[in-house]
């Protein structure tokens, strides 16, 4: 049974600072992975897609890279913002029966104070 | 851009009340999706809708909950004789193809249902 577990479960940083948030997941056979932003009370909103025959995608200030072998995943944030504040969420979709399934972590709760 | 739209953001019930709730997916998209999340907790799925019916379902979704594309446009979530753990964030998602593709997943802002 695919397993996402995302670390650090909250992290607080300087503006200005580039940070790294990790995501693992147990089963390397996955169809694409996704990272997601959420505000306080709010929906999730789509970062970045990394499908599985992909290394990494950037958007903006945004990377992420995808180590299929190893179950890992990062994303990172290049001098961030005080509106970057927010949980990030990492999930991944499998190969097969269950293809139609996000599976989520947890996500961190990222703090950056101006 | 287009978006996910889920109505209403926020639905108070009382315990044993049945409750319905409703999304617009994005027009092209062809497989819908419900996920909820209890407060504190992960996002969990729940089910994925493709052709006018089920493809899949988690152990979450009993013969407590129901889907429905009523229409062209709406897709629905009922969730029948309601309990208190039913209070969560309700998300709607779609997608062009099953696991997402290459576009991925679009959510919606959510409704948050609180059982009293």
């Known amino acids: 049974k695919q397993e996402v577990t995302q670390i650090p479960a909250a992290l607080s940083v300087p503006e200005g600072e580039n940070l790294v948030l990790n995501c693992s997941f147990t089963?390397?056979?996955?169809?694409?992975l996704q990272w997601f932003r959420q505000d306080p009370g709010k929906g999730l909103t789509s970062l970045l897609l990394?499908?599985?025959?992909?290394r990494e995608q950037t958007s903006g200030r945004l990377n992420a890279s995808l180590d299929k072998s190893s179950g890992r995943s990062t994303l990172y944030i290049a001098a961030s913002q005080p509106g970057d504040s927010a949980t990030y969420l990492c999930a991944v979709t499998n190969y097969g029966g269950s293809q139609g399934n996000l599976i989520f972590g947890k996500g961190t709760k990222l703090s950056v104070k101006p | 851009e287009p978006e996910v739209t889920q109505t209403p953001s926020h639905q108070v019930t009382q315990m044993g009340q049945e409750v319905i709730l409703r999304c617009v997916p994005i027009?092209?998209?062809?497989?819908f999706y419900w996920y909820r999340q209890i407060l504190g907790q992960k996002v969990e799925f729940l089910v994925s809708?493709?052709?006018?019916?089920?493809?899949?379902k988690s152990e979450i979704f009993d013969d407590q909950f129901s889907v429905e594309r009523p229409d062209g446009s709406n897709f629905t979530l009922k969730i029948r004789s309601t309990k208190l753990e039913d209070s969560a964030m309700y998300f709607c998602?779609?997608?062009?193809?099953?696991?997402?593709?290459?576009?991925?997943?679009?959510f919606g802002s959510g409704t948050r249902l609180t059982v009293v």
């Open positions: 027009s092209n998209h062809l497989y």
């Open positions: 809708f493709y052709n006018n019916e089920i493809s899949e």
């Open positions: 998602a779609s997608s062009t193809e099953t696991g997402g593709g290459k576009n991925g997943y679009t």
């Open positions: 990394i499908q599985s025959s992909q």
């Open positions: 089963d390397s056979a996955i169809y694409n």
